[in-house]
């Protein structure tokens, strides 16, 4: 089980979130080759270790947050709110 502290919730169960992408890769611009954009929908890498992804908390407050997990050990070095006005706040 995975614990991921949702920063309206607190610690929750991971049953009651729902993963949304990898939080890794930026949006290429409105102009970019067609081949970056191929990039940015397609491909995607499979990490092994240390891994930002974007996680929902679908079940509880709806939040987006991005969450920092080691793919191999499931370990969550971190959670921070995925919007970026958000996350200026915390700080
Ligand atoms: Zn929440």
């Not at 679908?58 to 939040?63: E, P």
Request: charged share 20%; aromatic share 10%; hydrophobic share 35%.
């Amino acid at each position: 089980m995975l614990l991921i502290n949702c920063p309206f919730c607190g610690p929750r169960n991971h049953t009651e979130f729902d993963y949304g992408s990898d939080a890794s890769v930026l949006r290429p611009a409105d102009d970019a080759p067609e081949s970056e954009w191929f990039a940015y929908v397609y491909l995607r890498s499979n990490p092994k270790g240390a891994h930002t992804e974007y996680w929902q908390h679908a079940l509880g407050c709806r939040s987006w947050i991005k969450v920092k997990r080691d793919t191999l050990t499931h370990d969550i070095a971190g959670v921070s709110l995925a919007n970026a006005l958000a996350q200026r706040e915390q700080q």
